[in-house]
């Protein structure tokens, strides 16, 4: 239990000292240490679970498996590196925008309470909070889009507010129909909805209530994920909110949305069999691959052509799940891991761009190259792993899909190559007009020390795409064998 408490501690200890001390240089620091500490307790935990494996705790409350660490551990690494890189690009958006230090004391609370709700989200064990935890993760996300107060920017907040709070009222009847499929095998109260009491008796829960659950289900963490037809708020939360807020929503919100409903696959396996679940998950996310990469095409806002990129990303993954194999199983975890690395660091090079600039529109953003090396490498680099390219985790991974889809649903091979040749071609043009080239008149140079991350990360993401270290292979293998029950 103390691994576990010791995580969640340091993460939301740090919701009220941001709300009361979470301004000036003070605040950025204090944002970064905090989220420096909950990072090394989470290594501890990671620890913890390769040496003596999965574990429950609090009654069986919290529960910790090759799974959930993964996902925790990229939550910890994507959270530090959005505190530090929020320390200077904040510095610049509060000039810009006069925001007064209440508003940036509200600014650090609601992202440590959005990344501390992940975190609860990934830890318990009971169905029940998972919801809750995604529920307080849009509200507090809320409050971040809107930060700025603009039409716009109010505008994208309502929408997001609106549309994942129906997705998340589906979610939530979908897990009530859980609780009716299983308190008849495992009595009333709390343990009905503990997930690894529901995984031991899932094929004894009634077939025809769980594939109405999981669909509810589906719909509704669906929202979350930005699957379509329901990923109308993403885009324009993505560019109306700052962009470390962005850089969060791709990188933790998406991935936790989707290990909910991976969660809920394996319980409907059981109970169903593969294909209900698989199917259901291979059309939504071809779909979302379709859709959006057709979308990029007609972008002229540098933010929502990269969330149309996120939703791109995650109907890949979804689809990888869908099709079921261990292997697909295996290049979705790695091309969630690799997602979130790269498009957090696409958004912090994106959101440098933009405060130099003054402005989201791609015909304006030129010649990064030549007006400031560090960042035109950074966006470069960034886009083109975003892009698959070798040697990134993200090319691994769709390869793996790739030869997947072919062993598996060859049928399918030109509909998923299809999508991915349209996102390449909605992005890797601009791109060259963004980073080569002269650069315009009356850019203003801002300090580099935020892009640090940057190249920390796709570090990481080559690591990944090189080569991935024994033991790593053999945790995403333990937790792609989790989704098979």
């Known amino acids: 239990m103390m691994p576990i408490l010791l995580v969640l501690i340091c993460a939301a200890t740090g919701i009220p000292l941001l709300a009361l001390w979470g301004d000036g240089r003070r605040g950025a620091a204090l ?29 069986g409350q919290f529960m910790v498996d090759d799974l959930s660490i993964l996902l925790i551990l990229v939550d910890g690494v994507v959270g530090l590196s959005t505190a530090w890189f929020s320390r200077s690009y904040m510095r610049q958006e509060i000039v810009h925008w006069s925001l007064s230090r209440r508003r940036v004391r509200l600014y650090h609370a609601m992202f440590q309470t959005f990344l501390t709700t992940m975190l609860l989200a990934l830890l318990t ?4 909070i998972l919801w809750v935890a995604m529920e307080g993760a849009t509200l507090s996300t809320v409050l971040l889009v809107s930060l700025f107060r603009t039409a716009e920017g109010l505008e994208a907040a309502w929408k997001y507010f609106i549309l994942c709070g129906v997705g998340l009222a589906m979610a939530l009847f979908g897990t009530i129909l ?41 719909v509704g963490y669906g929202t979350k994920i930005g699957l379509s037809p329901l990923n109308n708020w993403l885009p324009d939360a993505h560019a109306s909110g700052p962009s470390s807020v962005s850089a969060a929503l791709s990188g933790l919100l998406l991935n936790v949305a989707l290990y909910a409903v991976l969660r809920a696959k394996v319980l409907v396996d059981g109970a169903l069999g593969p294909d209900f679940a698989g ?47 261990p292997l697909a199983s295996f290049a979705g975890l790695l091309h969630m891991v690799s997602h979130s690395l790269t498009k957090s660091s696409v958004f912090f090079s994106v959101g440098q761009a933009v405060q130099s600039v003054g402005s989201r529109e791609i015909q304006r953003i030129r010649g990064l190259l030549a007006f400031s090396p560090v960042l035109g490498w950074a966006l470069m680099l960034a886009v083109l792993f975003i892009l698959g390219m070798p040697p990134s985790g993200l090319f691994l991974s769709e390869f793996l899909i790739i030869t997947s889809t072919l062993q598996n649903q060859p049928w399918l091979t030109p509909v998923l190559l299809l999508g991915l040749g349209v996102a390449f071609a909605g992005i890797f043009p601009r791109l060259q007009g963004m980073v080569f080239g002269p ?22 993401v080559i690591l990944l795409g090189v080569f991935i270290p024994w033991t790593l292979v053999q945790w995403m293998q333990h937790a792609a064998l989790l989704l098979h029950g």
């Open 279 to 325: 199917r259901l998950l291979m059309g939504f996310g071809l779909l979302s691959l379709l859709v959006a990469a057709f979308s990029m095409l007609r972008q002229r806002d540098v933010k929502r052509l990269f969330a149309y990129s996120s939703i791109e990303h995650m109907g890949l993954a979804t689809f990888a799940f869908g099709i079921g194999a």
């Open 31 to 59: 944002f970064i240490g905090i989220n420096m500490l909950t990072l090394l307790a989470i290594l501890a935990l990671a620890v913890r679970v390769l040496r003596d494996g999965a574990f429950t705790a609090g009654n």
């Open 439 to 460: 650069a315009p008149e009356g850019i203003a140079r801002q300090p580099t020390t935020g892009i640090i991350p940057v190249f920390i990360q796709l570090a990481l």
């Open 178 to 218: 859980l609780y009716f499929a299983a308190q008849k095998v495992l009595g009333h109260g709390a343990d009905a909805l503990l997930w690894t009491h529901l995984e031991a008796v899932r094929g004894q829960l009634q077939p025809q209530v769980m594939a109405i659950a999981f669909v509810f289900m589906l």
């Open 125 to 128: 064990n009971n169905m029940g």
